[in-house]
């Protein structure tokens, strides 16, 4: 008896009892579903946590100094200078200070808001690859005389001015600053994006906090290959200027992602042998069933070996059966996965599309499932014997 053969007797079998064939697929299409829903949205989260790091920049480093007794620290210059002896590798850098801000426009009594302005040098536009579509973006001679001048973004730009803000007036924590330029938009102008952003010069913004001390600094390697190197290199410069490892912190952007990355992915590892829970049970069910489909069609299988089909024929047949049955499953799972990916996705707001590759892998697991569970009844079924199977009532 030939494959096509066994295959038409699986589907004439399945049909003849539709919910008990169901209801032993149950198990599979809801392991099935499961992982392709749960690998679609890790990918998704991933993507989305790999691209929000890309826009902080894969080439940066930030360094940190916590010595609060301000006797050992990185002086700006020195930074600035360790840049230029390290051009090979060290692209730029700019001193960071952050302030809590409120923010009001100067004259509009009504327009308050709170944020928080950060201060930085003429470099950190470039670093961060920052577009001013109005005005400019902080300078030298900013910097070097502490001007109260500050960039802001489109948000405070329509929230204090209506949109139009350059050469406005803006008072920060009740100091008057003039605005000198604002961003472009890349979000969409809302309180807390991208666009809720307020740079002003980082020597002024030291003398608002009350210290001269910068202990927070932006560096951007050349590109991506040199960032292991320029990292060693700051780590260097800071055992040498501070003395102690406890005191500072070198973090570059790319380690970040490899991190995080390696941390989603043993979540979604975890999340996907839980979900193959779903797969263990289902297969279980097709044997269970498909025992008792033996014990159900013995007389049956009597029959035909008296008529001369052979072990491997009636082994062929109940493992076909049982694969077929794990199949539609599977595509059914497959279905309903990347239905529910696709809902999923849209509610969290990523990209959950599920990949050829899950795909491919989830239909030949719920495959193999249905051939492994069927082996043992159909292994029972063939050594059935003839005459004991044709006298079973």
């Known amino acids: 008896m030939g494959i096509g053969k066994c295959f038409t007797m699986a589907l004439s079998s399945i049909l003849s009892s539709k919910m008990r064939s169901f209801l032993t697929m149950l198990g599979i299409i809801i392991g099935i579903m499961a992982v392709i829903v749960l690998v679609s949205l890790m990918n998704g989260l991933t993507g989305q946590v790999t691209d929000t790091f890309q826009e902080m920049g894969t080439t940066s480093i930030n360094v940190m100094v916590m010595d609060r007794s301000a006797t050992r620290e990185l002086e700006p210059d020195e930074a600035f200078e360790f840049v230029d002896e390290n051009k090979d590798y060290i692209s730029n850098v700019s001193p960071t200070v952050s302030t809590s801000a409120e923010l009001k426009a100067s004259g509009y009594d009504d327009t308050i808001t709170a944020s928080s302005a950060t201060g930085v040098a003429e470099t950190y536009a470039e670093m961060k690859q920052l577009n001013v579509t109005q005005g400019r973006f902080i300078q030298y001679i900013d910097v070097d005389r502490e001007q109260r001048v500050c960039v802001i973004g489109t948000y405070e730009a329509q929230e204090l001015f209506g ?71 700051l780590e260097d410069l800071l055992l040498r200027k501070i003395g102690d490892e406890d005191y500072y912190t070198v973090t570059d952007m790319l380690s970040m992602i490899d991190s995080m990355t390696e941390m989603l992915d043993l979540m979604e590892t975890i999340l996907v042998a839980i979900a193959g829970i779903s797969l263990l049970v289902g297969g279980i069910g097709i044997m269970n069933i498909m025992l008792v489909s033996v014990t159900e069609r013995t007389r049956e299988i009597g029959i035909r070996k008296s008529l001369g089909a052979r072990q491997i024929h009636i082994m062929s047949q109940f493992v076909i059966e049982a694969g077929v049955i794990s199949c539609i499953g599977g595509v059914i799972g497959i279905i309903l996965g990347i239905i529910f990916s696709a809902i999923g996705g849209s509610l969290l707001d990523i990209n959950a599309a599920p990949s050829v590759g899950a795909i491919a892998i989830s239909f030949t697991i719920s495959a193999g499932i249905g051939v492994a569970f069927g082996f043992l009844p159909a292994k029972k079924a063939a050594k059935l014997n003839p005459i004991d199977a044709l006298r079973y009532d």
């Open 163 to 233: 949109g139009n803000a350059v050469g406005e007036q803006i008072k920060i924590n009740g100091q008057l600053f003039k605005v000198v330029g604002v961003l472009e938009e890349t979000e969409d102008s809302t309180s807390g994006s991208a666009d809720d952003v307020v740079y002003i010069p980082y020597t002024t913004a030291a003398k608002m906090n009350g210290t001269s001390t910068i202990s927070s600094y932006l560096f951007t390697a050349v590109d991506e290959d040199s960032v292991t190197t320029a990292t060693a290199l």
